[in-house]
């Protein structure tokens, strides 16, 4: 969970720019292996200093920002662990590089 400061700039990023955020998201490949994110944790409210009505009001409601990736026992002992895995990392990096961008500067 980032400090309170890095989580506010993160929100800042997802409320300004959301259609990149839910591009991301929304990708085929990136939701095939990672439906959905880590809920845990959520308020109940949009947090202050944001617009209750944001369209992105649910993702500013989170207090991280995680992906899920549920691997199997069979995927570690394929022969090709670490292919299959950098392939799953790289879907990952769009979604890191946003959260990143706003401390780039």
């Known amino acids: 969970m980032p400090e309170s400061s890095v989580l506010k700039e993160v929100r800042k990023e997802v409320s300004l720019y959301g259609d ?8 085929k490949d990136f939701k095939k292996h990672f439906p959905e994110l880590d809920l845990d944790d ?21 207090k991280n920002f995680i ?9 570690v002992l394929d022969k090709n662990a670490v292919k299959n895995m950098t392939k799953v990392f790289k879907l990952m990096k769009p979604f890191n590089d946003f959260l990143n961008a706003p401390f780039l500067d």
């Open 20 to 27: 990149e955020f839910l591009k991301i998201l929304n990708h």
């Open 42 to 62: 959520k308020l109940k409210k949009v947090p202050q200093g944001f617009e209750k009505d944001d369209p992105m009001a649910e993702y500013l409601k989170l």
């Open 67 to 75: 992906v899920l990736y549920h691997l199997k026992d069979e995927e």
